[in-house]
């Protein structure tokens, strides 16, 4: 077969990686672009949209499943040679993120002030907060609806479309923010507003593409039961194997704070540098989902395999690079962000560990979007709770002991980068070690 070539294979992998990678950029963008011109309104507005990003984010990091569960659904159909199931099982992902999105709207809504309240702000801080929070929730059954509708064209080996969506996504929002806060003089609610409306455009943006895909291919744009019950059990099971991720990022930030002030600045300095990589690796799991998903729904196994071997050397190696970079740039980073050569030189240490694991980091987050391509949910959610359990101790040593200082920030750095990550990469890499993973949705 002539995709079973090396060459062709890795020209599918970059053909799908490189453009979900400038999509997943662009999301943090819309964050980024809110702070910018919330920021000139002044330090309590920047404040209030700290404390409402913060609500914001844990609530559709949690939804992150509807783009991982719709997209191996649809790339199996469509791998199968079913492009009008693959479509109608996508469709049902957005109905049930219109479902989630709606509920998860209302009860955000009521319960703005209780969840402003959490963070003890000022009163001056809290009120900016529930503004932005209150308008902003009406914006998320638009944001997973993109979910959603992101992971079906991605099951249709399209990440161009969503490429593009979300760069016309940010522009708009740009625009909209610029003349609800400044031309309208709303403040930090033109922010707010300017955002859900450029989120809903996406979905027209979307409904326009697919509705002519549905079409093309005699697909059904009404609800099935049967597509929505399925998409919800995957996701039920990818949103418990978030809980775990959210459980690990949140516990490791509670330690750092116990350190100390600077502690927790290095902290976030070294895991902002792990986030920014991560994008690229999220970009190689996608298309890893993609073509797993396609190559299992045409039955053809020899390239399920050479998918999952040539998708790991890309993880490694790029590990290899991004560790070789931030090794590098380990002794400045810190400055970089700062300005502050105390901090540089507390905070490297720390790097070194980062730069080291990156290899490892690959792997994981390839073997991650294999077994997501492969929807084998369940095994992903009992993972991320056993993942946990060399973890956690670790962190309390940290904190018990009373470590600080550079050798705290190390040590917090072996934990996250070292432990989580290597408990991580045995139990995705014991699920690999035979096919039992490639037979659980067939």
Same mark, same amino acid.
């Given at each position: ?16 990686? =490189? ?13 980024? !672009? ?22 914001? *984010? ?15 659904? =649809? ?133 326009? #593409? ?13 609800? *099935? ?6 998409? &919800? ?9 978030? #809980?775990?991720?959210?459980? &690990? ?18 902290? *976030? ?17 996608? &298309? ?7 190559? !299992? ?14 998708? =790991?050397?890309?993880?490694? @190696? ?6 070789? #970079? ?31 694991? *990156?290899?490892?980091?690959?792997? =994981? ?30 962190? @309390? ?12 920030? #190390? ?18 890499? @014991? ?8 037979t659980v949705a067939a």
């Amino acid at each position: 077969m002539a995709s079973s070539a090396p060459s062709t294979l890795n020209r599918e992998i970059l053909h799908l990686a =490189v453009p979900a990678l400038g999509a997943l950029v662009a999301e943090p963008a819309f964050l980024i !672009l809110d702070a910018a011109m919330v920021g000139h309104l002044g330090t309590i507005p920047l404040a209030g949209l700290g404390i409402a990003s913060a609500v914001l *984010q844990t609530i559709v990091g949690l939804m992150i499943f509807l783009a991982y569960s719709t997209t191996p659904a =649809v790339a199996r159909r469509f791998g199968a040679g079913k492009p009008g199931d693959a479509v109608s099982v996508g469709i049902d992902g957005m109905w049930l993120a219109l479902g989630l999105g709606a509920v998860l709207a209302i009860i955000g809504a009521l319960s703005t002030p209780w969840l402003v309240a959490m963070f003890g702000p000022t009163d001056i801080v809290a009120t900016e907060a529930r503004t932005y929070l209150m308008i902003s929730m009406w914006g998320l059954p638009a944001m997973l609806i993109v979910f959603a509708a992101t992971g079906l064209l991605r099951g249709m080996q399209n990440t161009m479309t969503p490429l593009w969506i979300a760069g016309l996504g940010f522009t708009a929002n740009a625009l909209l923010n610029w003349i609800f806060i400044y031309g309208f003089g709303w403040g930090i609610a033109g922010s707010a507003f300017g955002t859900v409306v450029a989120q809903w455009g996406m979905v027209a943006a979307y409904a326009a #593409v697919i509705t002519r895909l549905a079409r093309r291919h005699g697909a059904s744009l009404k609800a *099935q039961r049967n597509g929505i019950r399925g998409n &919800a059990r995957s996701g039920g099971w990818l949103f418990l194997r978030t #809980v775990s991720l959210r459980v &690990a990022l949140l516990m490791t930030v509670g330690v750092a704070t116990g350190i100390g002030t600077q502690e927790l600045a290095g902290w *976030q300095i070294a895991f902002t540098i792990f986030s920014t990589a991560a994008f690229a690796l999220d970009a190689l799991a996608i &298309a890893a989902q993609a073509l797993i998903g396609k190559s !299992l729904g045409s039955g053809d196994m020899d390239q399920v395999h050479r998918v999952l071997r040539r998708t =790991v050397a890309w993880g490694v @190696w790029f590990g290899v690079l991004v560790g070789v #970079v931030i090794g590098a740039l380990s002794g400045v980073i810190g400055i970089v962000f700062t300005g502050d050569a105390a901090v540089a030189a507390l905070v490297q240490p720390a790097f070194i560990v980062l730069a080291i694991a *990156q290899p490892f980091a690959g792997i =994981v987050f390839v073997l991650d979007g294999v077994l997501m391509g492969a929807n084998d949910a369940r095994y992903l959610a009992v993972a991320g709770l056993l993942n946990l359990v060399p973890f956690l101790p670790a962190l @309390w040593i940290i904190s018990a002991t009373g470590v600080d200082g550079a050798a705290g920030l #190390v040590w917090l750095a072996v934990a996250f980068f070292g432990v989580y990550m290597l408990a991580r990469l045995a139990t995705l890499g @014991w699920r690999v070690r035979t096919d039992r993973w490639t037979t659980v949705a067939a």
